[in-house]
């Protein structure tokens, strides 16, 4: 019953909202690769790489780079979850937003410090979830939590090109 309530809200809110997602996935996380990526094992044992949408966690060599994998581990790894998806990325991986019940797990890796909301895609998530992300960085920037005790945090994409 609560996975259909849980399936329910998600249809309800895709339908009001205006966004082209086109795939529910349900499955279970079976890896954590970094802090916005992991893989999810559907109901016929095939696992779907899934690129968290709207942030971007600190890479591996970065400082906080294995606390935010950490992080992500500790809200989804083993855990049933439910993605929401619109595309592939260049790389293959699913690009969506994933639930566990609830909860939105990339909207939490925001509040807890663990990633940055990714302006360059913001376009691709709903209006609500733009201001939610948006709030939820500068809540976690303005308190100090996870990356932001960093006295000068750089943003993942900048640490790519630099490399």
Request: with cysteine; hydrophobic share 35%; proline share 4%.
């Amino acid at each position: 019953m609560k996975k259909f309530l849980t399936l329910l809200f998600l249809l309800v809110n895709l339908a009001f909202c205006g966004v082209s997602a086109t795939t529910l996935l349900e499955g279970r996380v079976v890896g954590v690769s970094d802090g916005d990526t992991l893989t999810v094992l559907d109901a016929q044992k095939k696992p779907h790489k899934i690129r968290l949408l709207g942030i971007d966690a600190p890479e591996k060599a970065q400082p906080f780079g294995q606390k935010s994998k950490e992080s992500l581990s500790l809200l989804a790894f083993q855990k049933q979850v439910l993605v929401r998806s619109s595309k592939k990325d260049r790389y293959g991986r699913t690009v969506g937003q994933v639930f566990v019940g609830n909860t939105d797990v990339c909207l939490e890796q925001v509040k807890l410090g663990m990633a940055w909301h990714y302006k360059t895609y913001q376009s691709e998530q709903t209006p609500e979830d733009r201001v939610l992300y948006d709030r939820a960085e500068s809540q976690a920037r303005e308190q100090r939590i996870g990356l932001w005790q960093d006295p000068a945090p750089i943003e993942p994409s900048v640490f790519r090109r630099q490399k």
